[in-house]
């Protein structure tokens, strides 16, 4: 079981209970992430942590891993994602194949967080593997 809190500050703000891991979700303050963006950043380092984790343990020589989110939302209430598309750019000498399985196994097995949302999302995972220079 996950126990979380959050307090609120005023307007549509909110911020971690004391005890609770740091965040601050506002819904349209520049510069402070607002819960679909939350949202998205979850899904993106779930997704990214099991990547790293299943090319590591397959002692891929990963040097680097970056990814980002496009997403598509819903024109009326409620708003939520209709499409999301991660793409990952992994820096090493690694096998497309590898890579390819891995993000498959953190979408389809791993990611709690991909998984717990809706199945109708367009949901769409590329990449771009660029070799290490000596």
């Not at 708003?79 to 000498?93: E, K, N, P, V």
């Amino acid at each position: 079981m996950s126990s979380l809190k959050l307090d609120w500050i005023g307007e549509l703000q909110f911020r971690n209970a004391e005890g609770s891991p740091p965040i601050e979700l506002h819904s349209s303050t520049k510069h402070v992430t607002s819960p679909t963006q939350a949202l998205a950043y979850a899904v993106m380092a779930c997704m990214a942590m099991d990547v790293v984790h299943i090319l590591q343990k397959g002692r891929h020589p990963l040097g680097g891993l970056s990814v980002a989110f496009d997403g598509e939302r819903a024109p009326e209430p409620p708003r939520r994602y209709t499409a999301i598309h991660l793409h990952f750019t992994i820096t090493g000498d690694i096998e497309q194949d590898a890579v390819e399985r891995a993000i498959s196994l953190s979408r389809e097995k791993y990611c709690s967080v991909s998984n717990s949302l809706r199945q109708d999302i367009d949901f769409r995972t590329t990449f771009t593997v660029v070799p290490e220079t000596a």
